[in-house]
T-cell receptor, first 114, second 112 residues
Framework: EPEVTQTPSHQVTQMGQEVILRCVPI?????FYWYRQILGQKVEFLVS????????KSEIFDDQFSVERPDGSNFTLKIRSTKLEDSAMYFC????????????FGPGTRLTVL | AQTVTQSQPEMSVQEAETVTLSCTYD???????LFWYKQPPSRQMILVIR??????QNATENRFSVNFQKAAKSFSLKISDSQLGDTAMYFC?????????FGTGTSLTVIP
């Protein structure tokens, strides 16, 4: 069964450094998403992406964040200058369609900012 | 604004027994979808069950079923014949269009 994959599983970085989190969505899916989950809190929406552009983003997704689909398979989340409060689990998800469709989640990347 | 509330942070159930996890939500949208996701200790979220708001019939998936009360904006999950592998965090989620809104989760422990 096709799965969403994410790399790395754990990323440790120094405050102020740039990080890129990588995701490979399910191959025939057209919509891609990033969520984050701060330890002990609920999963929060960051951004959705379709047809090579952002379709919706939350207040969390400020100018420090960017997303890109650099090729036909990868979907990346970049944090330009990490802050301590960026420490969280970051989940990538993909779906075939909007709204009705189930989103399939990857295993997550645990980001630790020191 | 969309909100999802799970009022039970932790629950436990004996193996083979039945347990019900509660979820309420709020939305002004007429067309939406509700989901239960399971997040085992390995942390990958897995879809458990899905309900379209326009369908009156409650969704069922093997041992998992929902009680969808649209007027009350309630969407509870019933797990029958609980198994040790059901131990996980369970998230209720609402999708009105482009994103999911998650509840804070219920940590379920199945006791042997």
């Amino acid at each position: 069964e096709p799965e969403v994959t994410q790399t790395p599983s754990h990323q440790v970085t120094q405050m102020g450094q740039e990080v890129i989190l990588r995701c490979v969505p399910i191959s025939n899916h057209l919509y891609f998403y990033w969520y984050r989950q701060i330890l002990g809190q609920k999963v929060e929406f960051l951004v959705s992406f379709y047809n090579n552009e952002i379709s919706e983003k939350s207040e969390i997704f400020d100018d420090q964040f960017s997303v890109e689909r650099p090729d036909g398979s990868n979907f990346t989340l970049k944090i330009r200058s990490t802050k301590l409060e960026d420490s969280a689990m970051y989940f990538c998800a993909s779906s075939q369609e909007l709204a009705a469709d189930t989103q399939y989640f990857g295993p997550g990347t645990r980001l630790t900012v020191l | 604004a969309q909100t999802v509330t799970q009022s039970q942070p932790e629950m436990s159930v004996q193996e083979a027994e039945t347990v019900t996890l509660s979820c309420t939500y709020d939305t002004s949208e007429s067309n939406y979808y509700l989901f239960w996701y399971k997040q085992p200790p390995s942390r990958q979220m897995i879809l458990v069950i899905r309900q379209e708001a326009y369908k009156q019939q409650n969704a069922t998936e093997n041992r998992f079923s929902v009680n969808f009360q649209k007027a009350a904006k309630s969407f509870s999950l019933k797990i029958s014949d609980s198994q040790l592998g059901d131990t996980a965090m369970y998230f209720c989620a609402l999708n009105t269009g482009n994103q999911f809104y998650f509840g804070t989760g219920t940590s379920l422990t199945v006791i042997p």
